[in-house]
């Protein structure tokens, strides 16, 4: 049965990111060392070795046929749409090669590029979307990326089946914190398993 599924870091005081976030600055400012154990992970793993790191990297990235996001993760670009030039942060040819529904309340037409990727633009509800990125992933499971507050609404609506949390050592004091304001839909979450490395300690939580 397919799964949504959550993989993000977060700081030892539970912030996804930092303050004033923009074009050059996507994870706004006093994040250093946020996403080091990341980044890390794909150079062991393209140097063959293994460990917590490489692993929680390769569960996050198996088994996708789709994907959610918030605007604040498609792009730097806030309120109306001047126009449509901005089409992400990666490129003509983007890592996901599959739909990617983005959430906004500035909706545009889908945006097709290179390798499979199409991004789908909607204002509909957790529960609406999430419908048509299962019917996308083909009995695959889907990916829900940040940011935080888009995390948090399919939180507070208990549809996430599983959550991996890689917390980083670093402490960013500002910003965006994950578990803000759940509430009871978090007792539907349990920890089955925890892991560390000198990098990060991933934590698994499951529904329960």
Not at 138 to 160: C, E, H, K, N, P
Request: aromatic share 8%; net charge negative.
């Amino acid at each position: 049965m397919s799964k949504l599924r959550v993989h993000v870091t977060v700081s030892l005081d539970g912030f996804m990111c930092g303050q004033d976030q923009r074009l050059d600055a996507p994870f706004g400012d006093g994040v250093d060392g946020l996403m080091d154990w990341q980044f890390g992970a794909m150079k062991d793993r393209a140097d063959g070795k293994a460990g917590p790191d490489v692993e929680a990297l390769d569960r996050a990235e198996d088994n996708l046929g789709a994907t959610i996001m918030g605007r604040n993760m498609f792009g730097p670009v806030r309120g109306p749409w001047q126009d449509e030039s901005w089409t992400g942060w990666w490129g003509e040819n983007p890592p996901y090669h599959h739909d990617v529904f983005v959430h906004t309340h500035h909706v545009r037409p889908d945006l097709p590029m290179s390798g499979g990727t199409t991004f789908h633009f909607t204002d509909e509800a957790p529960e609406k979307v999430l419908d048509r990125a299962f019917a996308a992933a083909g009995g695959r499971d889907v990916r829900l990326g940040g940011g935080a507050s888009t995390i948090r609404q399919y939180l507070r609506a208990g549809l996430v089946d599983v959550m991996e949390l890689a917390v980083a050592p670093v402490l960013v004091g500002g910003g965006e914190r994950l578990l803000d304001r759940i509430g009871e839909p978090l007792d539907g979450l349990r920890v089955t398993g925890m892991e560390s490395s000198a990098a990060a300690t991933h934590v698994r939580l499951v529904r329960r």
